[in-house]
């Protein structure tokens, strides 16, 4: 997330009234805590009765920034007013470093922003591509069957728009009417993602051009969804530089940025070869590749042990990397440097 004290004050100077979304689930119980501090707030997700305390524990919350629950008009709330600098800071302590809040700019009021938020609680996605729904497209917990309303070409996932990490992959894929749609009465959304997507605050503003969104559910096509997923493998790949720079020194020093790029793409060609899903597990083949120059790749023992049936690739792979680095500190006790 981005430094505290820079979003606090690019939210501070926002002449519109703030409103920010908060990801339950990366709270051990956010509506105790924002209770506890005083915050009003409502739940997005919509509970007919069948939801687990748990899973009200991580419903996603809308919290006003512009009043506590102590003020005198706080049932008010669809007359928004300056956001409260207090309110504001106890918030930021609240969420440190998590990536667990979208800050929204709404004229209209705290009120007309609810309606909307529980609209794009749940989206559709194409079924004819092949994705890695990750946190970002879960189902809704708390949706029975019914609510799950599908056709042959998309089926209905919750959308984790409360995750800034979520909106940094998806909001700059969107075609402009879907942003429309995202943004509803709002003027403004801003997020502070991880450093895996943006070093600074990311924003999306509406613009007087943008088009009527279309009615209904968003519904992404196939072009908005593998743009997220070049995102994501961007996002990968350089979270997996940065781990080989550090974990291969040695082999790394020196080596070019299109060299590291071809490594690490040989690696996850050959990685899914192997079975291997994990963030994790594809980290760990990328460092024994790189620690036997590639050679691994084409070793049949290493093959088989991975690839054994009735055992997970991922848990293979990381006890083969225990193993390799367990066998080079042998190596390197009894003065042998492979």
Sequence with gaps: MANTSDLKSVLLSISRPVFAVLDGAQFDDLPRSLFAADFIHKPLYLDRGNGTADQLRTAPQLVWLDRDWHDADKDNTGQPRPTSEKMLGRLLDLIGERHAAVFWFCEAGGDVLFRHLRTINMILLPTSVDMDRGKAYERNPLSQTSDDAQDADHEMVLFRHADSNVMAQVLPSLTYAHLARVLGPAQQILYSADPDWSEKPMRVSRAEDMPVPPAGPLKLSVEEVRAIETRRSLAARRRRIAYLCETCPAE?????????????????????????????AHCRWAFIMCKTSGRVANSKEAIEFITRKGSSPDKQVQQLMVDAMNWMKKQSSAGIHP
């Design 252 to 280: 790394t020093q020196g080596a070019s940025r299109e060299a590291l790029e071809e490594h690490l793409r040989i690696s996850e060609e050959t990685g899914k070869q192997l079975g291997l899903v994990s963030e994790g």
